[in-house]
């Protein structure tokens, strides 16, 4: 990851946003040492959302089985 002045992707803005696309590379853009935003290459979406989130979301226990809670709902009126 790149970090650039605000100064400097200014005068280089077009050909940066080329370079970035080629490389996949992303350029965090700062403003007097403090970083204020993110410039990042646009992929387009995978077709569907099977594994779309693959490696982001830990299953912890049974989210199969039932639960051992009573609900409001099953209570007879």
Known sequence: MQTMKASEFKARCLKLMDEINRSGEEVVITKNGVPVS??????PASGTLFGRHRGQVDITG???GPVDEKWDADAAD
Request: hydrophobic share 45%; with cysteine.
């Open 38 to 43: 993110r410039l990042v290459p646009c992929r």
């Open 62 to 64: 049974d989210i199969i």
